[in-house]
């Protein structure tokens, strides 16, 4: 007899006094021995592992890993941005390897077709029927490296699966398993062989982080540690996808005020308005600052969003997508320095964030 199918996780806004939780299966505990439900502590637990696990990878670099790991749990894309040899890549592989599920590493180079992206159809000489061999992003996790070496036409096989978690060959649509987070890496366009990312295509990142040099310290340890292996190599998994999709639904059920989803959309406006950029925030940008701030806010083991989340995740999440005016270009403004300005001066919501 087939089992029966456990109910999803919720996914609707709940009152602040309400705890959040999200079912489990009978039979699936793990190793921890996981009770019937799932509330934020699980959520926390997990995420503390991951942030070691990581951690003993990428040195130096807490902040960072948490802004990924709020980027996972809210289940976005990221985007990681710096020179080379700075541990872009290993950070992507680090969670990666720390979450147990699929795993695929596509190589971005100029000579890289959409057809390897998404999959091809093939002609089978047995059958005599076309058969679709899937492409690197039929995974759980998907590292890109070097996203902008290859060309804006293959950089655009990536826009369907990243925003519909679903891609389309040949007129059929295939769904990509959840959970499913693309991990990209990209150099800066100044540098040789690369291609500026489409706006679009930068529009579906939930947020852009950057790697930066680490500390004197760090880095001498980095050697005493790195110096023979990379850490890769022991680097066990601390969860499973299916684990992951049940804490997703915990994300998703935390509680934003409208006071806080108008402050979101304050922020947003702000971008449009302002005089140093060409291209403010989308409404996609304000979903994904909301997003994000949810998952921020379940990692600090809150059930409610704060205006503080928003402001710690603006520049992450707003700054990659805009584009600044050619003033403020030759001003030397960047982007980030544009959104960190509007969110002092935007007013603070005065509501409650609980109701």
């Not at 976005?76 to 699929?102: F, N, Q, Y």
Request: net charge negative; with cysteine.
């Amino acid at each position: 007899m087939p089992q029966p199918v456990p109910p999803p996780p919720p996914t609707g806004p709940v009152p602040a006094s309400t705890p959040l939780r999200a079912p489990v299966a009978p039979g699936q505990r793990g190793a921890a021995d996981r009770t019937e439900e799932l509330d934020l502590s699980d959520l926390t637990e997990t995420a503390d592992r991951l942030q070691n696990a990581i951690g003993a990878v990428v040195e130096g670099k807490p902040e960072v890993i948490e802004l990924a790991l709020a980027v996972l749990f809210a289940e976005g894309h990221l985007l990681i941005e710096d020179v080379p040899g700075v541990g872009k890549t290993l950070l992507a592989k680090s969670m990666a390897r720390a979450v147990d599920c699929s795993v695929r590493r596509i190589q971005f180079t100029p000579d890289l077709m959409p057809s390897d992206v998404t999959g091809v159809s093939v002609f089978n000489q047995e059958t005599r029927q076309f058969e679709f061999k899937p492409g690197g992003v039929f995974a759980n996790v998907v590292v890109g490296d070097e996203i902008n070496r290859a060309s804006p036409k293959t950089q655009s096989a990536l826009l369907e699966c990243m925003e519909e978690r679903q891609v389309t060959v040949d007129g059929t649509t295939y769904q990509l398993e959840a959970p499913f987070i693309v991990v990209a890496t990209q150099n800066p366009i100044e540098m040789e062989g690369t291609y500026p990312l489409p706006e679009a295509q930068r529009d579906r990142f939930m947020a852009r982080l950057s790697m930066g040099y680490p500390a004197v310290a760090d880095e001498i340890d980095m050697i005493d540690t790195h110096g023979a292996h990379t850490g890769l190599d022991t680097l066990e998994p601390v969860t499973d996808a299916a684990h992951m999709i049940k804490l997703i639904g915990l994300v998703r059920s935390v509680h934003v005020s409208d006071a806080v989803k108008q402050y979101a959309v304050a922020l947003a406006g702000a971008t449009r308005a302002s005089q140093e950029l060409r291209l403010g925030a989308s409404p996609r940008a304000t979903l994904h600052l909301v997003r994000a701030a949810k998952a921020w806010a379940a990692l600090d083991g809150r059930d409610y969003v704060l205006p503080d989340d928003l402001q710690t995740l603006a520049a992450p999440v707003l700054a990659h997508r805009l584009l600044p005016t050619a003033e403020a270009q030759i001003g030397r403004r960047e982007a980030s320095q544009v959104v960190t300005d509007i969110v002092q001066q935007v007013p603070v919501p005065e509501g409650q964030p609980h109701t």
